[in-house]
């Protein structure tokens, strides 16, 4: 539920205390200020999900490529076995 | 835009729909919790994509649609207060209530707010130190972190005019009431990404094991969903029963800690009434210690006046999946969103909506018959 | 009513329904559903004339053997200045626009302006400058006017009516309008989407852009001259503004009771301006534009209108984005990135900012 939107954390305003530390954040050439209470370990450079204002999760790459990489082992196995049947 | 445009490419969407294909060999019906789904779901027509053996069904995942009536009431009240400025999330403004919905007392002149964060509410507290503002904090998991922060941070800065009307719903509880009905159909889940980036995916190991259910924690692109269904598919012709996680790259397994941690310092888990399928034990939060005094439900007293509920509408068999939004007689005839009979039809997550708005379906087809059949199977 | 309980007693229960149609609300004026009902319901039954039920953008009237046509706007934007322009601007090519769309020569404009007591009158100042300019820019001269004043708070500082008159020229064949439009034809749109509206949430909802979204302003007669000029037999022409584009082409689907299928990959959206839809849960297609029209024309002379168009600077970001079939009517339908299909319905109320 929940609208959340990945972006790049690009700037990092410590607040002193983590609760409020906030972040600009880039989704797609738009910034916006964002919390980053949530996600100490977020640093510029990385991409978050941000959900109401707030940085919920930082962004795995390599678990994010591998959908990616599964389809193409998919596809090259088609192209060895022939088409898969149905 | 990065990591969202990607798990929308088609090339990819059709190889996963081919795979699927492979893998069926018998009827199955598959649950998506999430609202947010429901939406990708209706709006990329993806079940074009899907071979007929596979029926996805709508589940309960809109915290709009679930928030109790009388909850709905008492926002209303609150809001025609002069003296509030009463901020909520966009979707709440048009689900009605026993007699009017925030925007009608947006319409009447009371000052009822869109916000994009709980924050923005609790910074029109500090600007307006004359005004009492009252945020209406709804939502899943997923959104408790931020409403917690801002009890969190209204205390630590002595903020006194501003307050919470809570109503979070939790989402584990909810798929028990439906796997425990008699009534239930679903047959795996595609459990609700956002919630589990937040809470992790623990409780749903004894969930899958008691129902034999695969759950596959799964995200909200087209992408997303179409692996989560290869995943929930292969397990069930498999005859597993296990609980996996498609949304990876968000979501690990014990889940946002730090966020866990303020929730569990500013909410307690309660009972809650869910609008359409009645109460579910252990299902919600209020507000608990310290942070009591910003709960907006004790500031205000109710009128006493008792919430009003018409039988017409059969939102609760729509939100248990048990019929889609075109098999209510009141749908789109009585029932569209401009006179809305329940809240999956209001809200822009509802089934109902979704089903109003992107594509009044049966069967796989749109139900007028000349229409062109889509993409190639 | 089926029994849909569930074990420990679940109660199945709904809400009254809602009554409250004795107001005016905001999404009355949001250019969907409520504006239109608003328009069945209330203006043509007490209006009602051939002209009026044409329910175009402008009126094409007959006067002493000239074509002309006549349309009016007001201009309600807040905030008054945003990026890429301000209210003049819009006043002004909102209006030419509407006479573009009927394939009229913009001549002559008035306006009627409802100033708030307490205004600055440099902001006054301000906005008549740009309307002056876009006068000029578009050939056309501002002949006639008014002005009052209300007390504080009954008005957003400035709300402003154009009328307009533009002559059809002898050269223009056949009628534009929805009544043209034919199954086969295919649908143009005459530059990306959503800008507009874009550009004014920025300024509402404290957005930061790397290099800003402007408002798209601009008057588009040249297309449409150039269209003209070029001899293509335009079926329809129809500018995209509140509602966008979604809600355009129900209008049209619904007047001729035919379908218009879209494809979700031919659709033109800048990336900024997909991205804030991202993160404001908003859909391009229901976005405002200010600078944009739809071109309905016979499939055989697309390809000769996409290049006209492309020449000229306010198209010059033209696209075919989709075409029209005889069913299912009053329907339009897109065809998704990923090959799935599903209905873009007219505009429901406001387009509230989805969060959930």
Known sequence: MCLAVPGRVVEIVDGGDIAFRVGKVDFGGIRKEISLAYTPEAEVGKYVLVHVGFAISVIDEAEAQRVFQYLEEMGGLKEELGEIPQ | MKFLSEYRDPKAAEQLAQAIRGKVTHTWTIMEICGGQTHTIVKSGLEDLLPREITLVHGPGCPVCVTPIDLIDKAVAIAQRPEVIFCSFGDMLRVPGSSKSLFDVKAEGGDVRIVYSPLDALKLAKTNPQRQVVFFAVGFETTAPANAMSAWQADHEGIENFSLLVSHVLVPPAMEALLSSNNCVVQGFLAAGHVCTIMGFEEYFPIAARYEVPIVITGFEPLDILEGILMTVTQLEERRHEVENQYARAVRREGNRPAQNTIAEVFEVTPRQWRGLGEIPASGFQLRGRFQKYDANRRYPSSGEPARESPECISGLILQGIKKPHECPAFAVKCTPENPLGAPMVSSEGACAAYYHYGRRQNHELVQPELPSPASR | ?356
């Open chain 3, 1 to 356: 009513m089926a029994d849909g309980k569930i074990t420990n007693s679940f109660n199945l229960s709904c809400p009254v329904p809602r009554v409250a149609d004795d107001r005016i609300v905001l999404a009355h004026g949001g250019g969907g559903k409520l504006t239109h009902q608003l328009i069945e319901k209330i203006f043509i039954p007490a209006f009602s004339n051939s002209m009026l039920e044409q329910r175009h953008d402008g009126a094409v009237v007959s006067v002493n053997g000239s074509r002309l046509a006549f349309t009016t706007d007001s201009f309600v934007v807040r905030p008054l200045i945003f990026p890429g322009g301000n209210i003049g601007d819009l006043a002004v090519n909102g209006t030419v626009n509407d006479l573009a769309m009927c394939g009229a020569r913009p001549l002559y404009l008035s306006s009627g302006f409802i100033l708030e007591e307490g205004l600055e009158i440099e902001i006054l100042r301000k906005v008549v400058a740009s309307m002056q300019q876009a006068a000029a820019n578009a050939n056309v001269k501002l002949v006639t006017g008014d002005t009052k004043v209300v007390d504080k708070g009954k008005g957003d500082g400035i709300f402003v009516n154009t009328s307009g008159i533009g002559v059809i020229d002898g050269n223009v064949k056949s009628t534009i309008g929805p009544q043209s439009v034919q199954p086969g034809d295919v649908v143009i749109v005459s530059g990306d989407i959503g800008r507009h509206g874009i550009a004014i949430l920025s300024v509402r909802e404290g957005l930061e852009f790397e290099s800003p979204i402007l408002s798209d302003t601009a008057n588009v007669w040249p297309a449409v001259e150039a269209l003209l000029n070029a001899g293509i037999d335009i079926h329809c022409l129809r500018d995209l503004t509140r509602g966008g584009l979604a809600t355009t082409l129900n209008e049209i689907a619904a007047d001729r009771d035919v379908c218009i299928k879209l494809e979700e990959t031919a659709m033109p959206v800048d990336e900024v301006v997909q991205g804030a839809c991202e993160i404001l849960g908003l859909d391009p297609l229901y976005v405002a534009n200010e600078g944009r029209f739809a071109a309905i024309v016979p499939a055989a002379q697309a390809d000769a209108a996409l290049d006209v168009l492309k020449k000229v600077a306010v198209s010059g970001g033209a696209v075919r984005v989709g075409k029209v079939e005889p069913s299912p009517g009053r329907m339009v339908l897109l065809q998704s990135r990923i090959g799935g299909c599903r209905v873009v319905d007219m505009l429901s109320g406001e387009q509230l900012p989805r969060i959930c």
